[in-house]
């Protein structure tokens, strides 16, 4: 494995490590095309930032520039792209698209912790839940993201831990891989889930993605330097694309915004 374009850094506050230690650590192991995608800044309406999940709006710009310099200091090892994971939020999204392209980002992958934003009421995705209409929200916000045509994959589709009836979620989730392979736009089989023993990978829902043929590609989500370079969870992941007989398609079609 050659790329990895899921990358956090210090800035969102609950992950470690400089971008540079993260790049060296990701060339020396091989990594030829990196992307960082840390969590995009974003402000509530009512001007609310949750800083301890996002990187800080005042801090969006040195973000973007620290990475250019980076790029340009490691041209001759590595191809470097800028980006963020967010989530869409319809009423938002144009907002946070612009200033992700004023700041200086060049793609997004989804990362749909929240079906609506954090604040005031949210509910993050890793919470259990048998609420059938949040798991239908949930669904239909990555179906909607797909169809914006600006993401360059969604990351951890599986994130939302759904507790209640599995063949409601594989019903619900079928259409959410129908829809990956319409819209061409790949799921992310996630690293982190995989090194921390989460709740995802969701072996349910990869079955579906190979059965509806969804593109799937791999992510890193490194969070500590350590993890900008994941080769135990890498063996996990492939033996996930021969068991469900995924459509893996390696290094996925950057999206530029
Ligand atoms: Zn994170
Ligand atoms: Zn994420």
Known sequence: MDYNFHTHTWRCSH??????????????????????????PFRCPDGYESVSVRVPVDQAEDYCQDLRLLREKYKDQVELYIGFESEYFPEQFETMLDDARRWGAEYLILGQHYTKPEHPNGKHANVPTTDVDELKIYAQSLIAAMETGVFTYVAHPDVFRFTGDETVYQDVMREVCVASRLHNMPLELNFYGIRDRRHYPRESFWKIAGEERAPVTFGFDSHDVRSAYDGESLQTAQQLVEMYHLNYIGKPQLVFI
Do not use: K, M, Q
């Not at 993260?22 to 095309?33: D, P, S, T």
């Open 15 to 40: 992950a470690t490590g400089t971008e540079e230690e993260y790049l060296v650590r990701a060339i020396e192991n091989g990594i030829r095309y990196i992307g960082f995608s840390d969590h995009i």
